[in-house]
T-cell receptor, first 113, second 113 residues
Framework: DQQVKQNSPSLSVQEGRISILNCDYTNSMFDYFLWYKKYPAEGPTFLISISSIKDKNEDGRFTVFLNKSAKHLSLHIVPSQPGDSAVYFCAASGASGTYKYIFGTGTRLKVLA | ETGVTQSPTHLIKTRGQQVTLRCSSQSGHNTVSWYQQALGQGPQFIFQYYREEKNGRGNFPPRFSGLQFPNYSSELNVNALELDDSALYLC????????????FGSGTRLTVV
């Protein structure tokens, strides 16, 4: 039972354009969501998070949108840069803080120069 | 400030053997979580330790065990290795109460033959 789904295994975007990565979840008890970025041979790196009491959180070029009614969140990267090429994981938690996260299967983003 | 370090980086074991993976948490962190990432999948939660006590466990058999030491470093032990245990094992540390996710190590790549 995949509670967090990233239905696009890969995405290619031209440098300077917007990258939109999507994530769907099924468990309405989730109230904290995160995005991680992973380069080969490295561990995932925290990127941005959002609590269920918000519908948007922004940090520089990265913005996460949360649509609770649709159980959907998305990560927008504007403008996309070649260094953004990595695998992006969406994760969800049932409680803010440090308890277990449920991860999606990831989306491989390739930003073309 | 040192990050999360894991050892060894790579390991090859034979089916039926036992393995111990080690993790040093980031300075100031008191919580350690272990994840298994199979090829093409997102990280799957194994268990979490908070101040040397287990603070949650995922859907993994009892062959997977662990502990946390007074300095908050941690070990993951897997007994009676099976071929399906081949994966990247990620350790992540955090400070209870923080709200911006874990800091992951680079992982240990375990291959069971």
């Amino acid at each position: 039972d995949q509670q967090v789904k990233q239905n696009s295994p890969s995405l290619s975007v031209q440098e300077g354009r917007i990258s939109i990565l999507n994530c769907d979840y099924t468990n309405s008890m989730f109230d904290y969501f995160l995005w991680y970025k992973k380069y080969p041979a490295e561990g995932p790196t925290f990127l941005i998070s959002i609590s269920s009491i918000k519908d948007k959180n922004e940090d520089g070029r990265f913005t996460v949108f949360l649509n609770k009614s649709a159980k959907h969140l998305s990560l927008h990267i504007v403008p996309s840069q070649p260094g953004d090429s990595a695998v992006y994981f969406c994760a969800a938690s049932g409680a803010s803080g440090t308890y277990k996260y449920i991860f999606g299967t990831g989306t491989r983003l390739k930003v073309l120069a | 400030e040192t990050g999360v370090t894991q050892s060894p980086t790579h390991l090859i074991k034979t089916r039926g053997q036992q393995v111990t993976l080690r993790c040093s948490s980031q300075s100031g962190h008191n919580t350690v979580s272990w994840y298994q990432q199979a090829l093409g999948q997102g990280p799957q939660f194994i268990f979490q330790y908070y101040r040397e006590e287990k603070n949650g466990r995922g859907n993994f058999p009892p062959r997977f065990s662990g502990l946390q030491f007074p300095n908050y470093s941690s070990e993951l032990n897997v007994n009676a290795l099976e071929l399906d245990d081949s994966a990247l094992y990620l350790c992540a540390s955090s400070y209870s109460g923080q709200n911006y996710g874990y800091t992951f190590g680079s992982g240990t790549r375990l291959t069971v033959v």
